[in-house]
C-alpha cells in the first residue's frame, strides 16, 4: 500500500511514522508512507495555498490549484488504478473501524489534511472520494487526525498482525475489553482474581466474557445493539440489569 499525505505542515506528521507499529511497517515494506508539502505545488514566489473567502467572512480556505495538482500528480506518479481521495474535515463522515478495514483493502490512498475554515468547495466535489472526521471534537487541522487514520488501517494490513490477535478482535470487536492482569498476583493488598489463577481455560474464557459484557452495559450500552451476542450472553445480561434494577 502506498499512502500519500498532503498538509502544509509535513513536520507534525514526521514524528508518529517514525515510531513502533508504523516504523516496522514501512521498515517491512508493507506500506510506503510519503509525507507531501501542498507548497511545493504551488507556482508564486510567496508559495501561497491559501486565500480570502469569496462572500467575505472569517479566515481563509485552501486554494483549489496546488491541491488539484498535487493529488493528479500522485496519482499518475503511483499508477494505481484503485487510488482513494479522501479529505479529513470536521464535516466527514465519522471514522469508525468498518470503514478502516475498507480503506485496507486500497492500493493507494491520498490523504488531504483540512487547515484553515477549510478547503475551496470545488476540491471536495471533484477530487474527493470521501470526507473523514474523527469525531465531535475541534482539532486545529487535519494532520493529526491523519495520522489516527493512517495508524489504524496499517494494523491491518494482510500479514502485519497476528491472525490470532485480529480473530479475537473481530470476535469481541463490539464490546469492551475485559480486565488484564500481571504479575504480581497481589499487589499493595490488590488481588488478581482467583479465577486467573486456576489453571481452567474453559473458565477463564467464560468470566472473561462477562467482565467484557458487564463493563460494556456499564459504560457503552450502545455497542451491545450491535454485538452478536450468544444466548448464554443475553442470559446473563438480563441478569445484570435484574440487579441494577
Ligand atoms: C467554524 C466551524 N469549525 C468547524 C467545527 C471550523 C473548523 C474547525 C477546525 C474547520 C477546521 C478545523 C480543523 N479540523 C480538521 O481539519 C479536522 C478535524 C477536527 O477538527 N475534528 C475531528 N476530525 C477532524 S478531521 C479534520
Not at 497481589?186 to 467482565?211: A, C, D
Request: proline share 5%; charged share 30%.
Amino acid at each position: 500500500m502506498q499512502i500519500d499525505v498532503v498538509t502544509i505542515f509535513p513536520g507534525i506528521l514526521e514524528g508518529p511514522f517514525k515510531e513502533s507499529m508504523i516504523k516496522r511497517a514501512v521498515d517491512q515494506g508493507f506500506v510506503e508512507i510519503n509525507l507531501v508539502d501542498l507548497r511545493d505545488y504551488t507556482h508564486d514566489h510567496h508559495r501561497q495555498v491559501d486565500d480570502y473567502p469569496y462572500g467575505g467572512g472569517y479566515g481563509m480556505v485552501l486554494k483549489p490549484e496546488p491541491l488539484f495538482e498535487a493529488v493528479e500528480d500522485l496519482k499518475t506518479r503511483s499508477g494505481s488504478k484503485d487510488t482513494w481521495v479522501i479529505l479529513l474535515t470536521p464535516q466527514g463522515d465519522r471514522f469508525e473501524q468498518r470503514r478502516a478495514r475498507e480503506l485496507a483493502e486500497k492500493s493507494h490512498l491520498i490523504l488531504i489534511c483540512g487547515r484553515y475554515e477549510g478547503v475551496d468547495e470545488r476540491v471536495r466535489r471533484s477530487l474527493v472520494d470521501v470526507e473523514i472526521s474523527i469525531g465531535d471534537f475541534v482539532l486545529t487541522g487535519g494532520e493529526l487526525a491523519a495520522a489516527v487514520l493512517v495508524d489504524s488501517v496499517i494494523r491491518l494490513l494482510p500479514g502485519f498482525l497476528a491472525e490470532q490477535a485480529l480473530a479475537d478482535e473481530s470476535f469481541t470487536e463490539s464490546l469492551l475489553e475485559y480486565p488484564h492482569y500481571t504479575r504480581p498476583s497481589v499487589y499493595r493488598e490488590m488481588e488478581v482474581p482467583s479465577v486467573l489463577l486456576s489453571g481452567n481455560h474453559g473458565e477463564i474464557s467464560r468470566w472473561r466474557r462477562k467482565q467484557s459484557l458487564k463493563r460494556t452495559l456499564e459504560r457503552r450500552p450502545d455497542l451491545l445493539e450491535k454485538a452478536d451476542l450468544a444466548p448464554e450472553d443475553e442470559e446473563y445480561l438480563q441478569e445484570l440489569k435484574k440487579q441494577q434494577s
